[in-house]
């Protein structure tokens, strides 16, 4: 994969990271991935377009989207020492740490020399990770990747198929994976992102790295979050649908409620995904004949929030986790793997992201800190203190 973003790796490090992949503008809600807006990718572009695209700088040709495409499928292939790796793992185990411990796993089988290969490896190997976990939480048998098929119907495939049936994938079904996958594929500095990048600037290997990126995404501030709206939706089902009483409570700090989905480190506008998802949710749901009244308690909460002088006056607004989980509950995946879909999807933006820090040689990680503690003293002996 030649071609890497590469810039002047001479520049002071003054702390910011400074990548030439994805670009944000807060206050505007605008976000760009290698000059290309989001809303152009996710209605054009397929999802290994645009992991090609974070990877190399540029949109690939026919030809070369044809080659990429073809190099995925060649690494669809299921790893028998991780399948029985995974088959052990308790079912107790949430999906995104299973993913975290099969992603570090894999250092044990590839080199981790063969770096081109590995980044392929990965990109075909998380969908898979996934179907597996998702087959052993209903008691099914595995359905084997499909290397006939593009990157979602396949991953569709390997997770509702039943074993030895046939199978049809939805179109409708394969579009909505494809935009979503492709609305979380970077995010400039975010927290699993920042830790992808920190821990690979030790050196630790690739998988290392992705496998420690996980773990942050799998947050609830973070990209758990698609998770805890899902909850939080069902919950306000639970009590009637009373909207009113959820904003309150999101407002009183002291009932430690946080209006999950609302909210951004960066957006202090509203998050272009979002506003993207909203409307692919009303289409999608429409489209699979899907009636969710959670859908509805989404858009009165939005609503009801965004005319809400707390949530305005801090900017408050809904972010790329607050209808997702719609869509996905809609497509069938069960509640506990839309983090797993959220790893999914910007597993190309951490490779990319990786392979730019590496690419420019930058240092190893090491935040700085403003000491703030003691000033210097004696020591006491026990019998004195
Ligand atoms: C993602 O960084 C990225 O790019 C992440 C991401 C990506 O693509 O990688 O975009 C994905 O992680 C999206 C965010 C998903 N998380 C959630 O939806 C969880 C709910 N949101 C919040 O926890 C919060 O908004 C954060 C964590 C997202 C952002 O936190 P900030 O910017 O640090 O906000 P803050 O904690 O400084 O809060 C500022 C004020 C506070 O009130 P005051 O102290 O000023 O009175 O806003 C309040 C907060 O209490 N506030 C909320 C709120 N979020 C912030 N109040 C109620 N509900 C909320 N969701």
Known sequence: LTGYITYDPGYKNTGATKSAITFLDGEEGILRHCGYSIEELADKASFLEVAYLLLHGELPTQAQLDAFEAAVQKYTVANQALLNIAQVIPTSTHPMSELSALVGLMEGQYSTDEKEDNILRLLAALPIFAAWNYKKSIGEGIVAPDQSLDYCSNFLKMMFAKPGEAYEVNSIVSKAMNKLLILHADHEQNCSTSTVRLIGSSHASLFSSISGG????????????????????????????????????????????????????????????????????????????????????????????????????????????????????????????????????????????????????????????????????????????
């Not at 909210?263 to 506008?269: L, S």
């Not at 609503?303 to 900017?315: C, H, I, T």
């Open 214 to 385: 996980i773990m942050a995404l799998f947050g609830p501030l973070h990209g758990g979050a698609n998770q805890a709206v899902i909850e939080m939706l069902e919950e306000i089902k639970q009590a009637g649908g009373d909207t009113a009483k959820f904003i309150e409570m999101a407002k009183d700090k002291n009932s430690g409620f946080r209006l999950m989905g609302f909210g951004h480190r960066v957006y202090k506008n509203f998050d272009p995904r979002a506003r993207i998802i909203k409307k692919a949710a009303d289409d999608v749901l429409s489209a699979l004949g899907v009636q969710d009244p959670i859908l509805k308690i989404a858009q009165e909460l939005e609503a009801a929030a965004l005319s809400d002088e707390y949530f305005v006056a801090r900017k408050l607004y809904p972010n790329v986790d607050f209808y997702s989980g719609i869509i996905y509950r809609a497509l069938g995946i069960p509640t506990n793997m839309f983090t797993i879909l959220f790893a999914i999807g910007r597993l190309p933006g951490w490779i990319a992201q990786h392979q730019e820090m590496m690419t420019n040689k930058e240092p190893i990680g090491r935040p700085r800190q403003i000491y703030v503690g003691a000033t210097p003293r004696a020591f006491v002996d026990i019998n004195k203190r």
